[in-house]
């Protein structure tokens, strides 16, 4: 099979990752998890004093942006690879709510949208990459040959969340995780600059009654029948 470009979108926590990485192991392709990298440029805003709960300093950020390196490192013992910001691991950094809560202010800036999609692109030039975030499919790689778009129900998807938060010991409440996902649900559909829509080629898949591997099997079923 020639190599391909998988671009997968959806709304936030549909497991977009967990099949991205799932996909990429099994064809041996690079796996870039872009919401990890609008999540280290939030992070370098709020460490800055540039976002917060009620205020965002726009025109300080694209002033910084230059400053800003990311970089994924692949980590052998995890079997992904994780987020660098400016030679600095921060994969921990920028999982927790509160930059979950920020990052949708800092996504809708064209000026950080136009450094990060670029760097994407030249990270898939060569194919054999399978790349999640809202924009895969219908602005960094259009032309992708596989477009998959992943939604669940909001609560399906909070309950992910929330187990996930939960497991890594962070305090929140079930609730708080669900009011989080229909914000950005919410923001990241009605940006201006590159909104969450389904491209027309995607291929739709609702994984609200699906387990993982119920929708890998789905997957690469596809992935075989149609690049085989
Ligand atoms: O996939 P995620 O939940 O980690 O993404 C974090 C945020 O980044 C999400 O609220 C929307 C934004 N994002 C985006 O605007 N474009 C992408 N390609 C990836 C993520």
Not at 37 to 59: P, S
Not at 65 to 80: D, M, T, W
């Amino acid at each position: 099979m020639n190599n391909i470009t998988i671009a997968i979108d959806g709304f936030s926590s549909t497991g977009k990752s967990t099949l991205a990485k799932q996909l990429a192991k099994h064809l041996g392709y690079v796996y870039v998890d872009t919401g990890a990298m609008y999540r280290a440029v939030t992070y370098f805003a709020m460490q800055n004093h540039l976002v917060g709960e009620d205020f965002l300093n726009k025109e300080g950020l694209i002033q910084k942006l230059a400053e800003i390196k990311l970089h994924f490192q692949f980590n052998p013992e995890l079997g992904f690879a994780e987020m660098y910001l400016n030679n600095i691991n921060v994969e921990l950094q920028i999982r927790t709510i509160e930059v979950s809560r920020l990052v949708s202010k800092i996504a809708e800036i064209s000026e950080v949208r136009a450094k990060l999609v670029e760097q994407q692109q030249a990270m898939g030039k060569n194919k054999g990459i399978v790349m999640d975030g809202r924009d895969i499919g219908t602005v960094v790689f259009p032309d992708a040959e596989l477009k998959l778009f992943m939604t669940a129900s909001a609560h399906t998807r909070a309950k992910r969340r929330f187990d996930e938060l939960v497991d890594k010991g962070q305090n929140v409440s079930y609730d708080e995780v669900l009011q989080n996902v229909e914000e950005r649900d919410y923001i990241d559909t009605h940006r201006e600059d590159s909104p969450l829509v389904k491209a027309h080629d995607a291929i739709e898949i609702d994984n609200s009654t699906l387990t993982k591997k119920e929708q890998f099997d789905l997957v690469v079923e596809l992935i075989h029948k149609f690049f085989a």
